[in-house]
């Protein structure tokens, strides 16, 4: 055999892995998933059947246009079907963002800790990542962001609210940076849990984009609508960002089953909102019991909540999965925990105070 392989480009070396949220264990005492930020509740009304109907065209190919879906996020979000692009699930569409407008010795700038993803695929692009710290207080720097702009600077990823945090930026404050980054520097709003926001300070990511040609939002039918397991997503921006998704998409990426499905999952708002309802009930029933019990919590809106560990982070998620529920550890920063079934939550906050006396 010869000694040969074949060559992998180098900045392969340097990507982290992305790291899915731990399943819950099999067999054995009951365990709860709380580490990847997904929906406990099944399918919305109409959801399944629409998918089953759709699974008798397996042997057909998707629409690639996705029009029927791109039709409906049409009239849902009142944004003209030219700005709109799908995406396997937003983690595809942010890849497909990042390799329109950064490639090597280009500048991707985003928060940290952040989303995972944002140093992948902006690695993989062949960019160079730019990671501003978050504030004390776990919320994006909006001016460190601004001061790391420069002219190699392609685009910037503000996760609002932030995963693994929660923490929010608020209307004034992210206007103000808005008006004031490069008009030829692409924004990009991660909504991917814009639904669990109660804050009405927080802007709506589409009304931002309307009238701001370099600002571009991500929103998911993976968390709030619960497809995680389908890979879809969208992108909302003005039609010369929209058209270079569309030609970097991978040819057929969004299945008809996830068409379909999400196009059922819109037509079901009522539903939606009732379950989105019942999650933020839930997760601030958590965040207080947190509080009441000690912690120092950043306040979440979104459908996790944020405890920074430090070097504590492995210990109590071993000592959450030894109570029944999988959290998320990032060791040696800190715990992020998904808002599920209150039965899970109780659970978690047990384990939560009986780790906190012992501290
Ligand atoms: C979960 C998540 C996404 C969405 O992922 P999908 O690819 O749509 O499943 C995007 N951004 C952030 C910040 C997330 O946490």
């Not at 010869?2 to 819950?24: C, F, H, M, N, Q």
């Not at 950064?102 to 500048?107: C, I, K, L, Q, S």
């Not at 589409?206 to 992108?235: H, M, Q």
Request: one cysteine or more; charged letters at 20%.
């Amino acid at each position: 055999m010869s000694e040969k392989t074949p060559k992998l480009r180098a900045v392969l070396d340097g990507i982290p892995t992305y790291k899915p949220g731990r399943p819950a264990a099999e067999g054995g005492p009951v365990t709860y998933k709380l580490s990847s930020n997904e929906n406990p509740y099944p399918p919305l009304p109409g959801v399944l059947e629409s998918a089953v109907a759709a699974a008798g065209a397996f042997n057909r190919y998707p629409d690639m246009a996705c029009a029927g879906l791109m039709a409906e996020l049409s009239d849902h979000f009142s944004v003209p079907v030219t700005d709109l692009a799908t995406g396997t699930g937003s983690v595809g569409v942010a890849q497909q963002l990042v390799q329109a407008t950064a490639g090597p010795g280009d500048e991707v700038i985003y928060a940290w800790r952040s989303f995972e993803a944002y140093p992948i695929i902006t690695q993989v692009s062949g960019a160079t990542p730019v990671q501003v710290p978050l504030t004390s207080d776990e919320v994006h720097d909006l001016e460190g962001m601004l001061a790391a702009v420069t002219d190699r600077t392609r685009l910037i990823f503000v996760c609002n609210p932030n995963n693994p945090t929660g923490t929010v930026v608020r209307r004034a404050e992210l206007e103000s940076f808005l008006d004031r980054v490069p008009a030829d520097v692409l924004v990009v709003l991660d909504e991917a849990y814009r639904e669990f926001n109660r804050d009405a300070d927080v802007p709506d990511g589409i009304e931002l984009y309307r009238d701001r040609p370099n600002v571009c939002v991500l929103r998911t039918f993976s968390k709030a609508y619960g497809l995680a397991g389908l890979r879809i997503g969208f992108a909302v921006a003005h039609e010369p960002v929209a058209a270079a998704l569309r030609k970097t998409a991978v040819p057929f990426g969004v299945s008809q089953l996830a068409q379909e499905a999400a196009v059922a999952s819109l037509r079901s708002s009522k539903a939606l909102m009732e379950r989105v309802d019942a999650l933020v009930t839930e997760r601030d029933r958590v965040f207080r019991a947190l509080v009441a019990q000690g912690w120092t919590v950043p306040e979440t809106h979104a459908n996790f909540v944020w405890l920074r560990l430090g070097e504590r982070t492995v210990a109590f998620a071993s000592a959450c999965e030894q109570a029944g529920v999988v959290v998320r550890p990032f060791p040696g920063e800190g715990v992020r925990v998904t808002i599920g079934e209150s039965e899970a939550m109780d659970l978690f906050l047990k384990a939560a105070e009986e780790f906190r006396k012992e501290m």
